[in-house]
């Protein structure tokens, strides 16, 4: 069948609007006779109308096909008219006018938005073939915008994935994406190597009445053998009976369109999920776009589970290697008060530490930051530490420990930097020695109402540069000393000297005792940071 037969079967629907009956009637015969169907209408504030009624029955007509000179306003305006409703922009619209058509009136046509411009009386083939071009390049600029929009949709949806910093996050977002590319509700699922689900919904799911643990445990089985042994992108349909109710709306069984892939790795694998709604008939483009929002899920799932593990794996070194407070030694003529919390969920593994230990000249005090957020970065943490521990046998000076330290790792660990503070207390005499390695130096809280930072400087760990001699002062018996690591208070765009002051005065507001400053401390400062906190705070036993 050839464009025109095809083009004459098109049930279009063409809305002329001219100024006499008998021209509203003689063009009615024509398209009529030509396959269209006829709305005809007197004045551009008729037609208007007209397009309003049917614009809210979603009925619109395909093409309108407008004399220049109407009785209430000019054909040119009326197409200027539509073309600024939203909704009425895409009709196209062809002027028509008696006699010949003047240079100056098509320019005038087309710059209002018209397609096209016919010279009355024009033969019926004429009319027709200008009706069905109109028509033909309207449908075409919609189908291009429609695509440009589905595009956009699934760039967007990409975007938010590729910002996810966590599985969780990530399956919130795809789910989201998922559900703009179908316009329907929509739950993503990440599996983990461990069975782990990390479940999202889509917005216009409501929150109430959300699967139990049964279902989703149902889900894992499911997905578990659905993907094994697959490579790329699965798009399969799972009736009713066999995928639990509830996922995409509360209480409600439906089939499941699943689009299925599993990570590079072969460890893990991401399911988009929506209704099928009874509808077995698929569009290919959208399950086409749906295929390329998996495989950018499962890319970005592959990193982000990697990194949960190596976090679990740090975390369990950080908690494993830092003693717990009531596990620290006895420290003879010291009270002191330590506390670690690891930086949110969402954020990098860091390598901080504390350590409070004795030595032949007294106790010695530790808090330090390995450089950077990494298992690598928890790994050189214990290292440290227990270097420290070693060293301590026979030494006690802490600027000789810095140096050792700092050859430490240049010998095992080139290119890695540390920040360390290293406090010796004489519990006799109150004396203390401080060497700092590019560390916020320590707070010195005196009872009467003052707190001031000791005046202790350094190059940090790392790149082999002389350290300074200790710095020296002394502890009265109700003088307490506190040490920290910046992610206490370092935040993004502010100054690290501004958050120093507002951690000194928020300590001089605190409650006496150890406890209490500490408390104070992560009460004000400890809420999502972005890095681990390590504290210690002591003082000398009256």
């Keep these: 069948m050839n464009a025109d037969a095809s083009d004459r079967r098109t049930d279009t629907t063409v809305l002329v609007v001219d100024r006499t009956a008998a021209g509203r009637f003689a063009l009615g015969v024509v398209l009529r006779r030509a396959g269209h169907q ?221 689009v299925l892939i599993p990570t590079q790795d072969g460890r893990s694998s991401v399911c988009l999920a929506t209704p099928t709604r009874g509808v077995r008939r698929v569009d290919p483009e959208t399950e086409s776009r749906l295929a390329r929002l998996a495989q950018a899920t499962a890319l970005a799932a592959e990193p982000l589970l990697m990194y949960q593990a190596e976090r679990h794996v740090a975390l369990t070194l950080q908690h494993s290697f830092l003693p717990r407070p009531q596990r620290l030694p006895e420290l003879p003529g010291v009270d002191v008060a330590v506390r670690y919390v690891p930086a949110s969920r969402e954020a990098e593994i860091g390598g901080d530490f504390y350590a409070a230990l004795r030595t032949g000249e007294g106790v010695l005090a530790a808090v330090g930051d390995v450089v950077g957020h990494s298992l690598e970065a928890a790994t050189v943490m214990v290292e440290i530490r227990h270097a420290l521990r070693a060293y301590c046998v026979d030494e006690s000076d802490p600027a000789v420990l810095a140096e050792r330290l700092d050859r430490m790792l240049q010998l095992y660990h080139p290119g890695v930097t540390a920040t360390v503070c290293l406090v010796l207390i004489d519990p006799g005499t109150g004396r203390v020695r401080i060497a700092n390695a590019g560390h916020i130096p320590p707070l010195i809280v005196r009872d009467t109402g003052g707190a001031d930072y000791a005046k202790a400087a350094g190059p940090l760990l790392g790149p082999g540069v002389p350290h300074p001699p200790p710095t020296e002062l002394f502890l009265e018996p109700t003088d307490r000393l506190l040490m920290v690591t910046d992610g206490l208070i370092e935040t993004r765009g502010t100054d690290l000297a501004v958050s120093m002051e507002q951690l000194r005065a928020a300590a001089i507001g605190a409650m006496p005792g150890l406890d209490a400053l500490c408390d104070t401390l992560l009460t004000s400062f400890g809420h999502d940071r972005e890095d681990d906190i390590a504290m210690l705070a002591l003082r000398l036993t009256t």
Aim: proline residues 6%.
């Design 38 to 258: 006829v709305v005809a209408v007197g004045t551009g504030h008729e037609a208007l109308v007209e397009l309003d009624v049917r614009r809210r029955k979603g009925a619109l007509p395909d093409v309108a096909l407008v004399d220049v000179e109407l009785p209430d306003m000019s054909g040119f305006e009326l197409c200027r008219r539509l073309k600024a409703r939203p909704h009425m922009a895409g009709l196209p619209v062809v002027h028509f006018s008696a006699g010949d058509v003047a240079p100056g009136d098509r320019g005038q046509g087309l710059e209002a938005g018209g397609e096209a411009h016919l010279s009355m009386p024009a033969e019926p083939e004429e009319i027709d073939a200008v009706v069905r071009a109109a028509v033909r390049a309207a449908r075409l600029r919609a189908d291009d915008q429609a695509a440009a929009r589905r595009l956009s949709l699934l760039s967007e949806a990409i975007v938010g994935i590729q910002a996810a910093r966590s599985p969780q996050e990530l399956a919130d977002a795809a789910a989201e994406g998922t559900a703009r590319l179908t316009g329907s509700s929509a739950a993503v699922f990440v599996l983990g190597p461990d069975d782990v689900l990390h479940r999202g919904t889509s917005r216009n799911r409501t929150s109430l009445a959300l699967p139990d643990q049964d279902a989703h445990q149902a889900v894992v089985a499911l997905l578990r053998r659905l993907t094994h042994g697959q490579a790329g992108v699965r798009i399969t349909t799972v009736a009713a009976p066999l995928w639990p109710a509830g996922f995409f709306r509360p209480g409600v069984p439906h089939d499941a369109r699943l």
